[in-house]
């Protein structure tokens, strides 16, 4: 166990001309990296733990409150009229639209922009 051992401090470390063990860098960002993951790893499982915890204790179910009617309510079954099959018996309706949006014609633009700029001309 103790030649592995001191196979990965030689793998980490270096020896200065003082002949103590210096960390080389790679080694040191490393462990940084390591040590914030792990530690953001413990604050989710933490935080989930409090959130499951929360859940627990707060937990109510949920009562629904449906009107039984007394009687049945008679329904109306509405059969719609089949589709037509041949072409010759199809009809197009016009589509039913709140705003007009043909073309405007340039007089009538004209004449909304003197209504809307307070000067009366056109910018």
């Not at 949920?62 to 009107?67: D, G, H, L, S, V």
């Not at 079954?77 to 043909?102: F, G, R």
Request: proline share 7%; glycine share 6%; aromatic share 10%.
């Amino acid at each position: 166990m103790k030649p592995l051992w001191n196979a990965i401090l030689d793998g980490l470390t270096f020896t200065d001309l003082a002949g103590h063990r210096q960390p080389r860098q790679y080694a040191v960002v490393a462990g940084v990296i390591l040590f914030i993951v792990i530690a953001l790893g413990g604050m989710s499982w933490v935080n989930q733990l409090l959130l499951k915890y929360s859940m627990k204790e707060t937990y109510a179910p949920i009562k629904e409150k449906t009107a039984t009617p007394l009687f049945p309510a008679e329904t109306v079954q509405v059969t719609a009229l089949p589709c037509p099959v041949l072409s010759e018996q199809w009809s197009l309706s016009d589509p039913v639209i709140k705003q007009n949006y043909k073309v405007i014609q340039s007089g009538g633009v004209f004449t909304f922009a003197k209504s809307v700029l307070p000067t009366g001309r056109v910018a």
